[in-house]
């Protein structure tokens, strides 16, 4: 094979190896001798047009077209502040708490049936209802969990704190979206700070909250229907009724639903609601 004059030769190809170092690809395309240039420095001028074809005239590049509309955008949410109290209707007018939006926490022992009330109610609302249960969100937590039939300690105090917190949160929200929400977990009386403190704390002071005490012998019979975790033992499940009666005298609504099935607590629970909108608790 034969190269140009004044072109450097391609250095020895090595196996295994690249291109040497100072060798450029351009060498293999020589520049015509006598040119007047050195190699590489002038571009090479692009071609004349052909003949009867006229080039257009020189201008700005075409804008890019716009992209085409979403079909689904994004949707403002207005964010969740504290909850405030419910404006009470009229005094010719009876409250409605079946179409108002509410924040309710459903207090009460273990085998009280909060959670089953709370999802009923919430089911047979006329404006949108959400049901917040403690217990569920606080069993997010898989690897690691806090099981508080172990003992209390830090850790369980910790992780119920911050599911009561996220339980909050989300509460504050649905409401802010107009959804109702009611909320359920075992708040102890004697645990102001821990318990109802801290659900006014994070959701706000329009949480209207409702005690729900069966008799002894109706958590006990409940509870044993139970399995896994939400079991307890009949005698811790006797000690939280014990501490749940420090309720009586509180100020709190109390609904002793012992001779009740769930729909009528249900509306119950929206009686002893209409009061609270008119004549909120003072907690």
């Not at 659900?199 to 002071?205: F, M, N, Q, S």
């Not at 307890?232 to 609504?253: K, N």
Request: aromatic share 6%; glycine share 10%; hydrophobic share 35%.
């Amino acid at each position: 094979m034969q190269h140009a004059v004044g072109s450097p030769l391609p250095p020895p190809h090595q196996p295994g190896h690249g291109p040497a170092t100072g060798w450029s690809p351009a060498a293999q395309h020589p520049v015509p001798p006598n040119s007047g240039a050195h190699q590489g420095s002038v571009p090479v001028p692009p071609p004349p047009p052909a003949p009867g074809y006229s080039a257009p005239p020189p201008g700005p590049a075409p804008a890019c077209a716009p992209p085409a509309p979403e079909t689904t955008g994004h949707v403002p949410l207005p964010p969740g502040g504290p909850v405030a109290m419910p404006t009470a209707p009229p005094a010719a007018a009876a409250p409605d708490p079946a179409g108002t939006t509410l924040a309710v926490l459903l207090i009460g022992p273990a085998g009280a049936g909060k959670t089953s009330v709370a999802k009923y109610w919430a089911d047979h609302r006329r404006v949108p209802t959400a049901h917040i249960s403690l217990d569920d969100v606080r069993e997010w937590v898989r690897s690691g969990f806090a099981d508080p039939q172990s003992g209390w300690n830090d850790n369980s105090e910790a992780q119920y704190r911050l599911a009561r917190r996220t339980c909050g949160f989300a509460a504050r929200n649905f409401l802010a979206n107009g959804i109702s929400c009611i909320l359920d977990d075992a708040v102890f009386p004697d645990r102001p700070v821990v318990g109802l403190g801290g659900w006014k704390r994070h959701v706000g002071p329009g949480l209207l909250p409702v005690v729900l005490l069966p008799g002894l012998d109706i958590v006990l019979e409940r509870n044993a229907e139970r399995s896994g975790n939400r079991r307890l033992s009949d005698e811790e499940v006797a000690r939280i009724h014990g501490r749940m009666a420090g309720w009586y005298g509180s100020g709190l609504p109390i609904i002793d639903n012992s001779q009740l099935d769930v729909p009528e607590t249900a509306r119950v629970l929206d009686d002893v609601l209409a009061r609270s909108i008119a004549s909120p608790p003072q907690w």
